[in-house]
């Protein structure tokens, strides 16, 4: 069977409770039906670490960060300051989606998180 097929369609995700399909990743965050609610941070790969999103359906949709991260613009730091004296503790709370200024390795991925967070919605 020919890959090319017209009939299969390619998924950048689907919603684990009503099922309703995203084709692209500009789709998916320009539905108005989808929020970003949080950030849960992978220390060991921070490529691994999920963003929760809520669709409107009532569930929440997690997408891995590696998704996302093409979207950073921002130099990406070498070391990892987490925890030290310049760590605002954002990464460890779920719920925070403040942008840090920290020089550490995290927070580009913070960065992607407001490119996310204030991407255009689509019109309904
Ligand atoms: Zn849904």
Redesign the pocket.
Known sequence: MKSDHPLIKSVFKK?T??E?IWDTRNSFLADPGIKIIGYQADFRELTEGLFLFN???G?T?SIKAQFFIDLNDRPIFQDRLTDGEECLGYCHIRNNLLPCHSKCECAYVREVLQVVKSWPKAKV
């Open positions: 919603c409770n009503c309703h669709h409107t359906c569930t949709v």
